[in-house]
């Protein structure tokens, strides 16, 4: 999955001199928590929601510092250093960055210009709609070896019983040389593809026996 096929375009954008005061105002009217700061088309900063209430009046001097706000440049509050991310670029870079810089959202620049957004609202929608989490079914997670053709012959196996797949997942284990496969069946009842794959040599780590 490439970013361009979760990012959100066009992206909404300010130019450097507006005033903090105004693109307060346009990130509310918008609903935007993050806004890219541009000097013509090139990308030189971002503002963020928590940039603003800490520019934002205080309730003592409200008068003054909305004067305050309406005379300073957005330049002057936001990020220079900008992490951002190609439309061509894989999602999981996107996820890597966002989680190795802890931030809240990536601009999408693709030839010198902004050309989309990525926040943390649209990546979890996608790992939501990846995970198969709003189709109805049932997980299943095996402990298996870490070898050639073991998803097949458990993806085989969920087949001859006619069953779809909303997701597949493999991640580690806790013993050295295994992997802890993770499926989510379109099925209610998965008791004889759980039967099956047992009998098949693997372990079952979900759903539980009834002797836990």
């Known amino acids: 999955m490439l970013v361009e096929n979760i990012m959100r375009s066009p992206v909404y954008s300010v130019p450097r001199e507006i005033s903090v005061f105004e693109a307060m105002q346009f990130a509310a009217q918008k609903q935007i928590r993050h806004l890219p700061v541009l000097d013509g088309e090139k990308l030189v900063g971002l503002v963020t929601d928590r940039d603003f209430r800490e520019a934002g009046p205080s309730s003592l001097f409200a008068d003054r510092d909305v004067e305050i706000m309406k005379t300073t440049p957005v330049s002057k509050i936001m990020h220079r250093s900008v992490i951002t991310v190609h439309s061509l670029d894989f999602f999981d870079e996107a996820v890597k960055l966002m989680y190795e810089y802890k931030v809240g959202s990536l601009p999408v620049v693709s030839k010198g210009k902004v050309v989309g957004i990525v926040t943390e609202l649209d990546v979890f929608n996608h790992l939501v709609g ?16 870490d070898e050639p053709g073991v ?11 006619g069953v779809n797949l909303s997701s597949v997942m493999l991640g580690p284990s806790k013993e050295v ?15 004889k593809i759980v039967e099956e794959i047992e009998g098949a040599g693997y372990k079952i780590l979900w759903p539980m026996s009834a002797g836990g």
Do not use: F
Request: with cysteine; charged share 15%; proline share 5%.
């Open 177 to 191: 040389g295994r992997k802890c496969l993770v499926l989510r069946l379109q099925a209610l009842n998965i008791s």
């Open 151 to 161: 998803l097949a012959e458990i993806t085989q196996i969920i087949k001859s019983h």
């Open 130 to 145: 990846m995970l198969g989490i709003l189709a109805p079914g049932n997980y299943l997670e095996v402990d298996t070896p």
